[in-house]
């Protein structure tokens, strides 16, 4: 009889490890890029602090996740492919928080990020189709609490994208991320229905605000011309683990996101764009456990007649040939 610990561990889609694998690669070009030629101003040896961070935190609560579940870690049983493919998530999580963060010298700070972006993936979960998922976009997360816990601390500057070149690579740069994210997620996130509707919610949202508290329009629709927001909508928002795959629901996501992004920049708040994100993510997990608990409810409640009548229903008296009527 095979035992628990023999059970076999959970995989990606096929489709969804070779979108990993481009947004690893995607973003470990940019970041080389990034300290070599575009400006960065973060340390050079902090993304291999970030990195080193996540791969740390990501082995050891698999390893502690796959012993209370009694079945192998993600990333045993098919040699240095699996491991690598098992990384992929927390390498671009480390990777972000760094690259998208500005903590000035306090390098406790981004690593501390950096497992509360990983951890999250384990403790904020929700059940989908009978298994649970995370539902807080990690990266995301991560820096919003920074942004939360630490007054002091910022987003990196979005001039530093392109701090150090000018000219035709000024704006071919941020053509080139839009050309490549918009390919990778339409040919294998399927994320284009949230992207259209993050876009267009977006512009709404600045005319909106432009019209009922007199923001200048052409400056908040400007937002959407820089690096930072292309590589937000190409890469942050479109997480294929913690976002929908549905289209109604992308839409209604995509759309949400930008409608909180107005309505906290409305209210003064620094960093809307980080704090809407995880905002809808928490309201999309609150949903999926509300449909959760109420299928159990549901199939309780179906479950309950059946046991009620099994458990009132009397035999009927005797009859006249000494046998019992019993009920169906």
């Not at 990993?20 to 890029?33: C, G, K, Q």
């Not at 995370?134 to 601390?153: K, R, T």
């Not at 919610?201 to 605000?209: I, N, T």
């Amino acid at each position: 009889m095979a035992t628990q610990a023999s059970s076999p561990p959970p995989h990606h889609d096929p489709k969804v490890v070779t979108a990993l694998r481009r947004f690893a690669i995607s973003i470990t070009v940019l970041n080389i890029l990034g300290y070599t030629v575009l400006g960065f101003e973060q340390p050079w040896t902090w993304p291999l602090i970030a990195v080193a961070t996540a791969y740390t935190v990501e082995i050891s609560l698999e390893a502690v996740a796959a012993k209370v579940d009694g079945r192998a870690p993600r990333f045993m049983g098919r040699g240095r492919r699996g491991m690598v493919e098992f990384l992929f998530p927390s390498h671009i999580t480390g990777l972000a928080v760094n690259m998208l963060t500005y903590v000035n010298d306090r390098v406790w700070v981004m690593i501390f990020g950096v497992v509360v972006a990983v951890g999250t993936k384990w403790v904020l979960r929700a059940p989908v189709r009978g298994r649970m998922r995370h539902y807080m976009n990690p990266s995301n997360f991560g820096i919003a609490v920074i942004l939360v816990l630490f007054p002091w601390a910022s987003i990196a500057p979005p001039y530093h994208f392109t701090e150090n070149i000018s000219g035709p690579f000024d704006w071919g740069l941020p053509v080139v991320i839009l050309g490549l994210g918009t390919l990778l997620n339409s040919k294998l996130t399927g994320r284009m229905w949230l992207i259209g509707a993050w876009l267009v919610g977006f512009a709404l949202q600045a005319v909106v605000r432009g019209l009922v508290f007199g923001t200048s329009i052409p400056a908040a629709l400007g937002m959407m011309t820089g690096t930072a927001f292309v590589l937000f909508t190409n890469y942050m928002v479109t997480d294929p683990g913690t976002s929908p795959s549905k289209r109604n629901s992308q839409i209604a996501f995509g759309g949400g996101v930008a409608a909180m992004y107005g309505l906290l920049t409305a209210l003064g708040i620094a960093y809307g764009i980080f704090f809407a994100t995880a905002a809808v993510c928490l309201l999309r997990g609150g949903y999926l456990w509300w449909l959760h608990l109420s299928e159990k409810q549901r199939a309780a409640t179906a479950a309950d007649p059946a046991a009620t009548t099994a458990g009132t229903e009397r035999p009927t008296p005797s009859t006249g040939a000494g046998k019992e009527a019993v009920a169906a």
